[in-house]
């Protein structure tokens, strides 16, 4: 089946600090979507980007389909920008299948 | 706003239990999904609903069954629980794709603990 790769594992930035998160995917997607779980354990959905570039406030994602990765960018990080960002991709078989990627835990300190 | 409600936060069960883990969404989603979430492993996909009483199995089905008798409803059944089992469970919807971004909206989760 489809792997995904996320990367760094692990990130501690200061507060204010930019950062790059990357997903890595071994075949051809339909989709890819990006999601961040807060401390609680909600996970909210970030962007759906199946390739190109979008921004929503100090964040934006870029997917390049064509060489199977994608890039989540946090700018001017906030405390409230800590917990685990996942990419999850719907494989080109198979519609509505998603597989996640094992995730990047954030930590941003004050 | 879409909601996708789990019934419990929290379960303690003990081991050879019959467990249901409930979910419920409210925006007429065709899709729906369980996945487990266990550290450093991310989110495996258990089971899947494109319709009512349509299922198909994810990467790790073993040990899990489903139901979905209603549109809004999907149920995870652990026939007779056991320690591996114990995890975070998130229960998500979705639109159909391709008609759709398939957009995934999760539930608050459940942390289920097999002793």
């Known amino acids: 089946g489809i792997q995904v790769e996320q990367s760094p594992p692990d990130l501690i930035l200061q507060e204010g600090a930019n950062s790059t998160l990357r997903c890595n995917f071994s075949?051809?997607?339909?989709?890819l979507q990006w999601f961040h779980q807060n401390p609680w354990g909600q996970l909210i959905n970030l962007f759906y980007i199946p390739s190109g570039t979008k921004q929503n406030g100090r964040l934006s994602a870029t997917t390049v389909a064509t060489e199977r990765y994608s890039l989540l960018y946090i700018s001017s990080s906030q405390t409230t920008d800590s917990g685990v960002y996942f990419c999850a991709v719907e494989m080109k078989t198979s519609y509505d299948k998603v597989i996640f990627g094992p995730g990047t835990s954030l930590s941003v300190i004050p | 706003d879409v909601k996708v409600t789990q019934s419990s936060r929290y379960l303690v069960k003990r081991t050879g239990e019959k467990v249901f883990l409930e979910c419920v969404q409210d925006?007429?989603?065709?899709?729906m999904f369980w996945y487990r979430q266990d550290p450093g492993l991310g989110l495996r996909l258990i089971y899947f609903s494109y319709d009512v009483k349509m299922k198909e199995k994810g990467d790790i089905p073993e040990g899990y069954s489903v139901s979905r008798e209603k549109k809004e409803r999907f149920s995870l059944i652990l026939e007779s629980a056991s320690t591996n089992q114990t995890s975070m469970y998130l229960c998500a919807s979705s639109l159909p794709r391709p008609s759709s971004t398939g957009e995934l909206f999760f539930g608050e989760g459940s942390r289920l603990t097999v002793l």
């Open positions: 925006m007429d989603h065709e899709n």
């Open positions: 075949d051809s997607v339909n989709n």
